[in-house]
């Protein structure tokens, strides 16, 4: 017992302190909080802002892959739903734009759910094929231009404030609590880390394993709508060529981060987010450092590697600190 | 070893999707088209080989795009700007990428870390290194660059076999025999069985993680070689995406991504398939940037459900046959 | 007899190019030409593959957008042997290919740095002047031409200085994002005066992360950028921006006419056939640019 | 036995011993010593730690103290291969070979014969073939090893370690899922190797087999040493009494017959049920507090008749009842539902999911029957999994451990409890005491007797007849996919169901 709990997610705070550390040397006022037409504005409020989207599909995409599964076509669905909100949003009110592109990240779950839980084929070309055509169902909503739109509602959700808290961050976070809930509060949570980490042995002991499987690519397609919904309210107009671009891969990043294994089982929706927020903390670290663009790809490697030899079982920090202590013990 | 292997199916598909093709644009049936065909995908193919490999040793490799950009940059430098003789430029990078792959398999298999990932990071740091080498593309004017690109073996019916797929062609015989024949190949389908219990059973394998990478790396280092005779040129932004696209490939041709199983001809074959695709849209050209991507969707679920559907047809017919039989 | 044309676009990255591509169908339904054409998805090796699906199909002239200046010379050579004329659009090849094609429609692109450099200088006078610059796509040829374009154009002014210059990937969204940590690491933009932007996109992100700010876009910090899609001037309007260097959408246009005169007259059109770089400001009548372009497919 | 006491150093020398993973002391201080030419028993309880002894000579584990001599060289291999190369081949617990190569490339894996750096595929299959053929396995070599069943994968597991073994052999658990016959065949092998001056070392919980194969014993319990003995001067309830640290208690192996019981109502019956190409259609009643027995070789469709009865197979013809009721089982689901429950034989890859706790696995049936929304609190999860590690004795009594982490034996146990949890009217047991140590299996058999009196059907599969005609009160007999003979009552005996299994090559003769 005293085995597992706490590194749990030591490391990844660890990590997380270490880079906003460096943000804070590179960047003095990175601290700075004011208010500013009621919002909240900072350096830290920009990193939970701009990491809000990868936090969403991060939500969604550790569930998927605590089936064993991945979903390259988170991307292209917010790419997708943030086109049809931006089309609807000057016409109907946000209840109605909200429906439609909820509604539209569903079906894209569930099609991607379909191949895999029910034609199973492997997750990885199974989301392939929403990757590539899904951007082309996004260009084709809005003909390749950025559609703009001027709906206060739907702008409100991407730059509006709940009590200085920007819209965005309050999302992502209520979508935590939400799929918490849902996931812990409900039995799903181990219904999937058994679907995962065994679904032959979980079929067997009368789990509806393809019904689970069904049910994390459906809600990875909601959490990617929203995502896609708040990108889009974000510049206030859906960018179906750019919206969400190779955003899968910070995804699944963050999730790996998040010390959830590619292979399965065990996941934990918090840890994925803190991982969207390592990712956000170095980008924005990065764009505040003032080096070339150049070096950006160069530091996220770095960066990322350093993070996921933290977390490696053979050099884990912890173990190394913690084993002299245990051995202490009669 | 029940009804048709997975591998003829795909050659099957392939056979009938390319008739279809023809059927609705004549020209394609020619040789010329064909010869194109290998030429165009001669890189995805040489990458697809040694992602193979990878994938049915249970691993992934998403640094081969950036490796190729990578590489194509430093080629051209070597040539253009430090008057490097090409063959020693050759030499220098593919020693350099095989290092590079023999350093991510080293990582993955002594900090355990898994290749996603690792190779994800490989993939920005190929692509970082190559934009600090040069952000502008570079144009090889090196006397080889004309020979080689100008080589073609003439096919009856004006094709062309060019240098550059019989480059491809080469690596992928050698491909299939390193898998099948040698022990090196069975140690590789051991690893997909089960890394622990290949361990158990006395694979090396520290050692062939590393080797295996090594090899990713190293044809995707020739890839970005005749990558840069198929443009002359160097640039740090070329192939982009590759990686899904080889990993399309050998998923297509029939290889588990969960690893153990799979074959260097059904990678081929996928990736045949993925560039007939392309001509067939190229061909159609009244496409517009987004119907260009979903019919690219379109047809490659049509190719897979094809195919999964006529494997589960194969295998069908033996179980009745069987039960007759009891 | 009809004329068929082959046109290797690169894809639909941005609102410009959507808008090229829709023109360049005007243009050819206008002349009777039957245009194909192939979408590259932004990869080269696509852009040579449908060159050579082309050849195969025996076009009678291909327009090629080259998605990079180099690496075209063996596929060229094809066409050349096919005899099938190639004409380029908005960007130029690599010099050693002159004689591969028969004509180059494009804009200076170092050129429209310059203009967009030339408009800040004589705008801002001899006041200091802090830039923050927001790169196209690292490695695209564009973004490093509009870049040096700019910076010859400033180097003249020793009051001139970019601080900052970060990409924005030409994309509204990392527009907005790198505009607000430059914001913040230039003490909330008060040390900012103007902001360069390589396409009108990033700065329509870049003017939504000044507001945000509590800036004042167009007043506070001066803008420009390149492109003229149509936004920038709904922003133009509004007072929240002040310039932008003219890219035009047409390059099929004058692409057609060349084709078919060398086709009927065999008349060699010149080698460079150079588009305008207009630069549009506030007193250009923004409304009216924004309404003849709207409907052009941006 | 030859050399007893010579000047020579033993083989295989172990001395001082540990190890633990965590808090977990699975090793201390354990010294075993192999003689060259000895057949040598290591036994203990599950859990008792043999495995990872073994795993810690052959470097499989880093050990945390000791030392390791080979023929009086110390040795410290740090991988299965460096032990391979140092000459100590294993047979280690799991099936430990790859289902996706070929029988042959299992074989000669890493050693293929090799011309011109190329693996000369006919020679390997023909090496492959002749060294199965001295296992009594004629089968093609080269089709994948996952198209055959565990015993034949285990048969290919000990023919690769016996080819391998220069000086040192290591069999944990080699006969946990072979039948006598093969059984037999094996132990011919060990002794011929044993003459040769090999040293084997043998892991079982079948003790008749200890006694007829082993010269020496030495027993483990709780990852100490609790002594080395002769095995001719060792009495039977002496060593259960080393094994287990006290006296067994005797349960009775005398059965109550069938007929001393009132007849008992039908829980479920199948009719015509079959699946072609599976099994051929049969008819079978199982009663409430009643113990059905599967008896048949390997491959003769016991499991298959299980999978079918449970759900996890689809017939393509006849009807189930339950309790009279028509009722229809097209999934793991639909039996669960039912109130079925069924733990497969394949414990590893069907049974547990190694990553999830001792709790959550236990839980696991339980919950998927209750449904989504009807989640077990913790505290019910706490109570239920306590309630059944103490019941079956799961070590170490943490519920709070990877499941993946105990020992073999304890993971059974645990599936075992999963089932139990869902409080079930029909239970589907296919090999439950397959690798259970002589204290647990006495105590499974019980616990089934005791399911039994409380009313529940039982369906059970086991390869050893000694154990079906225990609890059995009626014995299904299969051959070749099909059931072929029901005993009952007196019926039940060892003899007769050996006859109705080997009736086959009569039957074949007459039909010839
Ligand atoms: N990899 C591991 N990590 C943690 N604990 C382990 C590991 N392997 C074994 N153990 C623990 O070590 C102890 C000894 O286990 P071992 O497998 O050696 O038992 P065994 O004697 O082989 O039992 P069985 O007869 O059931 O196979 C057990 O308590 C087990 O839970
Ligand atoms: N020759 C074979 N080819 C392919 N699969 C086989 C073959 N023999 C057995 N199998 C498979 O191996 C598994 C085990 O065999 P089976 O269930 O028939 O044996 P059993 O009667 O249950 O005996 P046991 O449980 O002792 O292995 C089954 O899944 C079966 O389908
Ligand atoms: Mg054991
Ligand atoms: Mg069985």
Redesign the pocket.
């Known amino acids: 017992m005293t085995m597992l709990l706490p590194r749990r997610g030591l490391a990844q705070i660890l990590a997380l302190i270490v880079i906003l550390a460096v943000d804070r040397v590179v960047s003095p006022q990175f601290f700075d909080l004011r208010l500013q037409d009621g919002r909240l504005f900072g350096s830290l409020i920009d990193v939970l802002n701009r990491g809000t989207p990868v936090a969403l599909l991060s939500l969604g995409m550790v569930l998927v892959i605590a089936t064993r599964g991945i979903d390259l076509s988170v991307g292209a669905v917010m790419a997708i739903c943030g086109a049809i909100a931006a089309s609807l949003a000057d016409s109907h009110g946000l209840p109605v734009v909200l429906a439609a592109a909820l509604g539209a990240g569903l079906v894209c779950g569930l099609w991607n759910g379909f191949l895999v839980a029910v034609l199973g084929m492997q997750p990885i070309v199974a989301t392939l094929i929403l990757m590539v055509a899904g951007r082309g169902i996004a260009q084709l909503i809005t003909e390749g231009r950025i559609v703009t739109f001027s709906s206060p509602d739907l702008v409100w959700l991407g730059n509006g404030a709940i009590l200085g808290v920007p819209v965005p961050i309050a999302i992502a976070l209520g979508m935590l609590i939400l799929t918490g809930a849902v996931v812990r509060g409900s039995a799903l949570g181990l219904l999937i880390e058994a679907t995962g980490g065994n679904a032959r042995a979980s079929e067997l002991a009368g789990v509806g394993t393809r019904a689970m499987i069904l049910a994390v690519y459906v809600w990875c397609g909601v959490c990617a709508s929203l995502a896609g919904v708040i990108a889009a309210a974000d510049i206030m107009g859906a960018d179906a060529n750019n919206a969400g671009l190779w955003l899968e891969l910070d995804a699944i990043l963050a999730v790996v981060i998040g010390g959830t294994s590619l292979f399965g089982g065990r996941f934990s929706l918090v840890l994925a987010v803190l991982g969207a927020l390592i990712i956000q903390t170095m980008n924005t670290g990065i764009l505040l450092s003032g080096y070339p663009p150049e070096f950006n790809l160069l530091v996220k490697a770095v960066v990322v590697l350093a993070v996921l030899l933290l977390q490696s079982p053979k050099l884990s920090g912890f173990a190394g600190i913690m084993a002299p202590l245990r051995r202490a013990k009669p | 070893m029940k009804g048709l292997p997975p591998v003829l199916i795909t050659a099957i598909v392939l056979v009938v999707g390319f008739g279809l093709c023809a059927m609705q644009f004549p020209n394609i049936a020619s040789t010329r088209v064909v010869g194109n065909l290998l030429t165009d995908n001669a890189f995805v193919g040489i990458v697809a080989t040694g992602m193979t490999f990878v994938i049915i040793s249970g691993g992934i490799d998403l640094s081969v795009g950036s490796v190729i950009g990578f590489t194509t940059v430093f080629v051209a430098l070597a040539i253009e700007r430090w008057g490097v003789p090409p063959l020693v430029a050759f030499v220098a990078i593919l020693v350099l990428s095989a290092a590079f792959g023999a350093a991510m398999g080293a990582v993955i298999h002594v900090f355990d870390l898994p290749p996603f990932i690792v190779t994800l990071a490989g993939m920005f740091l190929a692509r970082g290194a190559s934009f600090l080498l040069s952000t502008e593309s570079v144009p090889i004017t090196a006397p080889v660059y004309s020979t080689v690109s100008d080589f073609a073996l003439r096919m009856p019916g004006g094709g062309r076999l060019s240098a550059i797929a019989i480059i491809m062609l080469v690596i992928l015989i050698g491909g299939i025999l390193l898998l099948r024949l040698t022990r090196f190949g069975a140690n590789v389908y051991a690893l997909g069985g089960g890394r622990a219990t290949a361990s158990l059973m006395g694979v090396a394998v520290g050692k062939m993680t590393i080797k295996i990478y090594m090899l990713s790396s190293l044809l995707a280092g020739t890839a970005g070689i005749v990558f840069s005779f198929y443009t002359s040129a160097g640039y740090s932004l070329s192939a982009v995406g590759v990686e899904l696209d080889s990993i399309a490939a050998v998923v297509i041709g029939g290889t588990l991504l969960t690893g153990g199983q799979g074959s260097v001809i059904g990678t081929f074959l996928g990736v045949l398939i993925q560039g007939m695709i392309q001509t067939y849209i190229n061909f159609d050209g009244t496409l517009s940037s987004w119907w260009t991507k979903i019919a690219t969707g379109i047809l490659l679920f049509a190719f897979i459900a094809l195919q999964q559907g006529l494997v589960a047809l194969a295998r069908r017919p033996v179980a009745t046959r069987a039960g007759a039989a009891s | 007899a009809e004329l068929t044309v082959g046109f290797s676009q690169i894809g639909s990255e941005s609102g410009w190019r959507a808008a090229e591509t829709s023109v360049s169908k005007q243009e050819a339904a206008k002349r009777k030409v039957n245009l194909k054409i192939a979408d590259a998805q932004q990869k080269q090796e696509n852009q040579i593959k449908a060159i050579r699906s082309f050849i195969a199909q025996n076009v009678d002239a291909i327009f090629l957008a080259p998605v990079v200046s180099t690496g075209w010379d063996a596929v060229l050579k094809e066409a050349k042997e096919a005899k099938i004329p190639v004409v380029l659009l908005d960007r130029d090849i690599d010099p050693s290919g002159k004689d591969l094609y028969l004509t180059a429609v494009t804009s200076d692109s170092v050129h429209e740095g310059e203009v967009a450099g030339d408009w800040l200088a004589k705008t801002v006078g001899d006041k200091a002047c802090n830039i923050v610059e927001l790169q196209g796509t690292v490695g695209a040829s564009v973004a490093a031409n509009r870049k040096k374009g700019f910076d010859t154009a400033i180097a003249k002014h020793a009051n001139l200085k970019i601080v900052r210059s970060q990409t924005g990937d030409f994309t509204r969204a990392k527009g907005k994002e790198v505009m607000e940590s430059f914001i913040k690491a230039e003490g909330g933009g008060k040390n900012i005066c103007a902001v360069y932007a390589h396409n009108d996109d990033m700065m329509v992100g870049a003017i939504q992360a000044m507001k945000e700010a509590g800036l004042k876009p167009g007043k506070d910090i001066l803008t420009v950028s390149i492109d003229a899609v149509p936004d920038i001037f709904k922003a133009m309007v509004a007072g929240e921006a002040n310039a932008t260097v003219e890219l035009t959408p047409n390059m099929a246009g004058p692409a057609f006419d060349a084709v078919a005169a060398f086709k009927e007259k065999g008349t060699v059109p010149p080698k460079w056939i150079q588009t305008e770089s207009r630069l549009l400001t506030a007193t250009d009548n923004p409304q009216k640019e924004y309404d003849s372009k709207k409907g052009l497919g941006y | 036995m030859e050399n007893s006491l010579g000047p020579a150093p033993p083989l295989l020398e172990v001395r001082g011993i540990s190890k633990s993973f965590g808090a977990v002391r699975a090793l201390q201080e354990v010294d075993f010593t192999l003689r060259a030419g000895e057949i040598h028993a290591l036994l203990g309880e599950n859990g008792a730690g043999k495995s990872t002894l073994i795993k810690v000579v052959t470097g499989v584990f880093p050990r945390d103290a000791g030392v390791v001599r080979l023929g009086g060289d110390e040795v410290a291999p740090r991988s299965a291969k460096a032990a391979l190369e140092a000459g100590i081949a294993t047979v280690y617990q799991e099936v430990n070979l790859l289902p996706n190569l070929s029988v042959a490339q299992n074989l000669f894996l890493d050693r293929q014969p090799m011309r011109f750096g190329i693996v000369r595929e006919g020679e390997m299959r023909r090496r492959a073939e002749a060294l199965l053929t001295e296992f009594g396995l004629d089968?093609d070599v080269a089709?994948p090893l996952g198209?055959?069943?565990?015993?034949?994968q285990h048969v290919t597991a000990i023919a690769r370690a016996v080819d391998l073994s220069a000086r040192v052999l290591i069999l944990d658990e080699p006969t946990a899922?072979l039948?006598r016959h093969e059984v037999e065949i094996l132990f011919g092998i060990m002794r011929q190797l044993a003459r040769r001056g090999i040293g084997i070392v043998f892991v079982s919980h079948f003790l008749d087999q200890v006694y007829e194969i082993s010269d020496r014993i030495t027993v483990l319990r709780n990852g100490r040493l609790v002594g080395e003995r002769e095995t001719a001067s060792l009495p039977r309830l002496e060593l259960i009494r080393m094994m287990l640290g006290r006296e067994l208690a005797e349960t009775t192996s005398a059965r109550a017959a069938a007929g001393d019981r009132p007849p008992r109502e039908v829980c479920a019956s199948f009719e015509n049920y079959g699946k072609a190409g599976y099994v051929a259609p049969f008819n079978l009643e199982l009663r409430h507090g009643e113990v059905v027995g599967l008896a048949?070789?390997?491959?003769?469709?016991?499991?298959?008749t299980?999978r079918l009865v449970f759900g996890a197979e689809r017939p393509d013809g006849g009807q189930a009842r339950v309790e009279g009721a028509p009722v229809r089982l097209q999934s793991p689901r639909d039996g669960v539902r039912q109130g079925f429950g069924y733990c497969p034989?394949e414990r590893k890859t069907d049974g547990i999911v190694a990553e999830l706790t001792v709790r959550e696995n236990i839980v696991l049936a339980l919950q998927a029957k209750r449904g989504l929304h009807r989640p077990l609190s913790r505290r019910e999860q706490d109570e239920i999994a306590r309630r059944y590690v103490k019941m079956l004795d799961i070590r170490p009594p943490d519920p709070e451990r990877p499941v993946g982490l105990l020992s073999g034996g304890n993971q059974q146990k645990a599936l075992l409890a999963r089932w139990l949890a869902t409080a079930p009217r029909l239970l589907v047991l296919?090999?439950p005491t397959r690798g259970i140590d002589v204290g647990a299996h006495a105590e499974i058999i019980r616990l089934i007797r005791e399911l039994c009196d409380d009313g529940l059907a039982l369906l059970v599969?086991s390869?050893e007849l000694d154990e079906i005609v225990t609890y059995s009160d009626r014995v299904v007999v299969?051959r070749d996919?099909a059931h072929v003979e029901e005993l009952a009552g007196e019926a039940i005996d060892v003899t007769n169901i050996l006859a109705a299994i080997a009736a086959e090559g009569a039957a074949k003769e007459a039909r010839a």
């Open positions: 089968i089709a198209n055959y069943s565990v015993a034949i899922s039948d048949g070789l390997l491959g003769s469709g016991r499991t298959e299980a034989e296919d090999e599969i390869s299969l996919r």
